[in-house]
Nanobody
Framework: DVQLQASGGGVVQAGGSLRLSCAASGFTDDDYTIGWFRQAPGKEREGVSC????????TYVDSVKGRFTMSSDNAKKTVYLQMNSLKPEDTAVYYC???????????????????WGQGTQVTVSS
C-alpha cells in the first residue's frame, strides 16, 4: 500500500524556519508528482507546492514564493519543504500527497492527488 509520512512540523516564531519532510513508500513508479498542501482551522485545504519526479519542475502558490523551497530525493522517494521567513498566516496542518497518474507539476489541485499523508502541524507565533 502507498504510504506517505510527513514530519518536521513544530512551533516557531515569525521570521523563523522549518524543514518538512515527506517519505513516500509502497510503489515502484518512477514518474509521479508529490505536493504539499496546508489547511488552517476553518479554511479549505490549499496547495502550497508540488514537484515532478520526472524533471524536477516545481510550482508554488503565490503567498510562499521566495520563502519556501521544495526539493526531492528521488532515490529515497522523499520530498522536502524548506520554509523560511515564516509568518503567522503560514500556521496550518501541512500534508503531503501523491499523484501516480501524472508526473507534471504545472497544475496541482487538491483533487488530483489520491494518496495523502497524515499531516504535520506548523505553528508560527507573532
Amino acid at each position: 500500500d502507498v504510504q506517505l509520512q510527513a514530519s518536521g512540523g513544530g512551533v516557531v516564531q515569525a521570521g523563523g524556519s522549518l524543514r518538512l519532510s515527506c517519505a513516500a513508500s509502497g510503489f515502484t513508479d518512477d514518474d509521479y508528482t508529490i505536493g504539499w498542501f496546508r489547511q488552517a482551522p476553518g479554511k479549505e485545504r490549499e496547495g502550497v507546492s508540488c514537484i515532478s519526479s520526472s524533471d524536477g519542475s516545481r510550482t508554488y502558490v503565490d503567498s510562499v514564493k521566495g520563502r519556501f523551497t521544495m526539493s526531492s530525493d528521488n532515490a529515497k522517494k522523499t520530498v522536502y519543504l524548506q520554509m523560511n521567513s515564516l509568518k503567522p498566516e503560514d500556521t496550518a496542518v501541512y500534508y503531503c500527497a501523491l499523484d501516480l497518474q501524472w508526473s507534471g507539476a504545472n497544475y496541482c489541485p487538491v483533487g488530483r492527488f489520491g494518496s495523502w499523508g497524515q499531516g504535520t502541524q506548523v505553528t508560527v507565533s507573532s
